[in-house]
């Protein structure tokens, strides 16, 4: 499963594209100064073995993202985006944004799943009806992810996805409450599939 992963800063898009399966980076970058002005991509392909830098102005994250297509669609087929970090798990304006227009690649996000979709408790999924393409939202919570003893590094991090039996008991009891006050967050908690 290829799966294509956007953190979006305020003023900056990095993106990893992996091969999960095989745990292996296919290509992966960085849009700086997105909103502010003088904006360039740093990009780096495994297939071509080439690092790109270019400057291209990007007044917002749904520009940026048109540009990282080019560089995308060049590598071949999404299975999944995964939005994180910051505004990509926090901020559903953003992701709206950045996933619009998007369609003809297969991608179509569901507009109320992505509104309710503001936890840090829970990786969700705003995968819209016709999407060929998984969207999810996972957070990043770097703090919580040294705190808990899963790790040595936040890269090592265990997430619910993983492993069926994983339990973070802060994240669970804290969604618990969640739940209570969110009508419909439980709709976009992302499912592990049967095996």
């Known amino acids: 499963m290829d799966i294509l992963t956007l953190n979006c800063g305020s003023s900056s898009l990095k993106y990893q594209l992996s091969r999960w399966d095989e745990k292996d980076v296919l290509a992966s970058g960085i849009v700086e100064r997105v909103t502010v002005g003088g904006s360039f991509i740093n990009h780096y392909s495994k297939k071509s073995g080439k690092k790109v830098k270019g400057e291209r102005g990007c007044p917002n994250h749904k520009v940026a993202i048109e540009y990282l297509g080019a560089y995308a669609a060049a590598i071949g087929k999404v299975d999944a985006i995964v939005c994180t970090a910051g505004v990509g798990e926090r901020g559903p304006i953003t992701r709206a944004k950045c996933l619009e227009g998007l369609e003809n690649m297969g991608i179509v996000m569901d507009a109320k799943k992505n509104e309710m979709s503001v936890t840090r408790n829970a990786e969700t999924e705003i995968t819209g009806k016709s999407s ?64």
């Open 132 to 195: 060929k393409v998984r969207i999810f939202v996972i957070s990043t919570d770097e703090e919580l992810v040294m705190t808990e003893g899963t790790c040595d590094t936040h890269t090592n991090f265990t997430y619910s996805f993983q492993h069926r039996d994983h339990v973070n008991k802060a994240r669970a009891e804290q969604l618990k409450a969640e739940l209570k006050e969110k009508k419909g967050l439980a709709d976009v908690i992302a499912r592990i599939p049967a095996r």
